[in-house]
């Protein structure tokens, strides 16, 4: 197939997911979007806590800000995955929700899942007004999206949570660890644990970043990821999943 006619192929086939990403982009600092950044956050903060877990590890405290900030305070466990696993965790969910929303279509079970996790999450954890005020309002809005809309209403929201986190993960990476490295980022903390500086874990963790993506675009899309028109109307619609 000659480039100009693969191009035209990719287009037609993901035109919907490439409007979702240039709206993504050219409202990426509306307010809007700023609930969807900080769910992005959330992802980032459990992937922390999630490494404590699996390293023999507790958790004390988890915490998210309306600036897009967050914390993990963890007890015990392998500092090295629990300091790592923050941006690329992040992104692994996000590339998870994004795929599992389209070559699946067991996406209402998903919304309800992450509804589950952010509600126990916030419930247990959360202390400070603001992430539990969040956290309980986001597991609402969750939990109605997956009893009250159809399946394909809750595979675009699905898509646009991966897609943000896949936009959001490698650029607060660039920013915390390479634009700002001076900042106390969890580059800086691996740094001063076990040697090396923030520019270079920041730079792994960014080229780490930008493969994952392109593997996750490459080999997760299939052929076509259209969602037929209509499909809000009465949420029976399907996409092309090849």
Same mark, same amino acid.
């Given at each position: ?7 035209? /192929?990719? #287009? ?9 990403? =240039? !709206? ?14 900080? #769910?992005?956050?959330?992802?980032? @903060?459990?992937?922390? /806590? ?9 958790? @004390? ?20 995955? $629990? ?13 998870? $929700?994004?795929? *599992? ?7 209402? /079970?998903?919304?309800?899942? #992450? &509804? ?40 675009? $929201? ?5 897609? =943000? ?21 969890? *580059?800086?903390?691996? *740094? @001063? =644990? ?21 593997? &996750?675009?490459?080999?997760? !899309?299939?052929?076509?990821?259209? #969602? ?15």
């Amino acid at each position: 197939m000659r480039p100009a006619a693969a191009i035209l /192929a990719l #287009l037609k086939g993901h035109w919907q997911l490439v409007a979702l990403t =240039t !709206l993504v982009f050219v409202h990426w600092h509306a307010s809007a979007v700023l609930p969807l950044k900080i #769910l992005v956050v959330f992802f980032h @903060e459990m992937s922390h /806590a999630l490494a404590a877990w699996g390293t023999g590890g507790s958790v @004390e405290d988890i915490t998210l800000s309306s600036q897009q900030g967050g914390l993990t305070l963890s007890r015990g466990g392998n500092g090295f995955p $629990i300091m790592t696993s923050g941006y690329l965790g992040s992104l692994l969910i996000g590339m998870a $929700i994004f795929i *599992a929303a389209v070559r699946t279509d067991a996406d209402r /079970a998903i919304m309800g899942v #992450l &509804c589950l996790i952010l509600l126990a999450i916030a419930v247990v954890y959360f202390r400070e007004p603001f992430p539990l005020i969040y956290g309980v309002i986001s597991s609402a809005l969750m939990l109605a999206s997956a009893r009250l809309l159809g399946q394909q209403a809750n595979d675009l $929201i699905l898509r646009v949570i991966g897609l =943000t986190s896949l936009i959001y993960a490698p650029y607060d990476i660039f920013d915390d660890t390479i634009a700002r490295s001076g900042m106390r980022s969890d *580059a800086r903390m691996l *740094a @001063e =644990t076990y040697g090396g500086s923030a520019l270079f874990w920041g730079g792994i963790w960014l080229v780490a970043s930008l493969v994952a993506i392109a593997l &996750c675009l490459r080999y997760g !899309l299939g052929n076509s990821s259209n #969602l037929r028109i209509g499909f809000l109307s009465d949420g029976s619609g399907t996409s092309d999943r090849n």
